[in-house]
């Protein structure tokens, strides 16, 4: 959620701009030897932390499969990575929304303006369309969904209709950043790819790639260690308010269930009333803490089952509220407050 906001609020190119991929050098070899083989699946899901380079990899796939159409042929077969020169017509077009065979499923703005909170199954019909076209005999034609955990009930099931029954010189890359509650019809359709969290020398890297700031930079180094391999996150921590509001809100996090009203309070206040990316760094911050607390349980045998799911619940209503109050730019501090009661009943 806070990753597209982030590229308005600091400048920071779109995954479709972007043509360096920073680490996951396993993942991209991966699909480079699929699609040589000639024999590649159809569908991807590539899962992970959010900020680590999954649609940055969705992307990079596209151009490549869109500018080498022939997988067979010597300039496909010899390619040491899925890397096409940004000069390149089919770069150009993909990084202007143009391309004529890349077809892109993400959240939009309603009738109103106001990002939806969701892809809906209208959006997600678009896939019949473009896939049906008589210019898909011509060649490959690629969808990309960013993400699908944000497709709703009849979306998800409009997209496994096709993924059901792909087209042929058909290719699904599905972002993802919590695969496991996909629906499982969905994930048995898929190739999984997951990608682990970047390296710190990596996330500095790309993060001084995506904003144009020295590699060098005190701040971003101290970003980037606290981003736990996330470049999304590093590029929330950069100014130093937003990284001591992030320590803020991890301190009052290890105290729960206690709650202390003061320091709330003060938490609200220090995230303002119209400060996205001070809004965008709690949120991470929460976010990260109930993640956390959600894998250490799916892997612990004697988990409180009750607890877990309580837990993710919280987590579905938190992550609406935090939406709404971004998307009609409401008060932080109701925000707050609701975020911390539900957590410590969640946690007690």
Known sequence: MNARKLEQEMA????RETT??????????ALLNAYRSGRIPHAWLIGGAQGIGKATLAYRMARFVLAYRNPLLPSAQHAQKLWVDPS?????QIAAGSHGGLLTLERTLNDRGVMRTVITVD???ETIAFFGSTAAVEG???CIVDTVDELNPNAANALLKILEEPPQQSLFLLVSHAPARLLPTILSRCRKLPLRALASSDVVRAAAAATGTAADDPALAEAARAADGSVARALTLMGGDALKLHQRTAALLATLPHIDPRELHALGDALGSSDRVALAAFVDSVDRWVSDRLRADEV????NLPRLARLAEVWEKIVRAA????DYNLERKPL?????GMLAEATR
Not at 300 to 303: L, W
Not at 323 to 326: L, S, V
Request: aromatic share 10%.
């Open 323 to 326: 939406r709404d109050t971004q």
């Open 20 to 29: 360096d991929l920073f680490g996951h050098r396993e993942a991209e070899t």
């Open 336 to 340: 707050v407050f609701s975020v911390f």
């Open 123 to 125: 959006e997600t019909r």
């Open 300 to 303: 612990n045998a004697n988990a």
């Open 12 to 15: 920071v190119k779109h995954p």
């Open 140 to 142: 490959w034609r690629v």
């Open 88 to 92: 390149d017509p089919v770069a150009r």
